[in-house]
């Protein structure tokens, strides 16, 4: 089992940043990749990033630009940098990780943008 815990979320004016984290426990050995996806509400979820476990790095296009996305390794964590945020980027942002052929979630952290 593998467990995925959000922190960072909160509220934040529209054009401003903030950054969010999450940390993975259990037997995390083989991990493919850690990263985040998001829910609006009334909305399908919707990839955000992903950090392959070579590094590599996968971004939707309407965040191109504004985020990135880092892992420590060592820690087993991964930090998602939002920049420039948008009134219209409100949801709950969620930890997912792939390991051993099994997707895992996170319970979430909501991130409210001001207008």
């Known amino acids: 089992q593998v467990q995925l815990v959000e922190s960072g979320g909160g509220l934040v004016q529209a054009g401003g940043s903030l950054r969010l984290s999450c940390a993975a426990s259990g037997s995390i050995f083989n991990m493919n990749y850690m990263g985040w996806y998001r829910q609006a509400p009334g909305k399908q979820r919707e990839l955000v990033a992903l950090?392959?476990?070579?590094?590599?790095?996968n971004f939707a296009d309407s965040v191109k630009g504004r985020f990135t996305i880092s892992r420590d390794t060592a820690k087993n964590t991964v930090d998602l940098q939002m920049s420039s945020l948008k009134p219209e980027e409100p949801a709950v942002y969620y930890c997912t990780a792939w390991v051993r052929a099994r997707t895992y979630w996170g319970k979430g952290t909501l991130v409210t943008v001001s207008s």
């Open positions: 950090i392959f476990s070579g590094g590599n790095t």
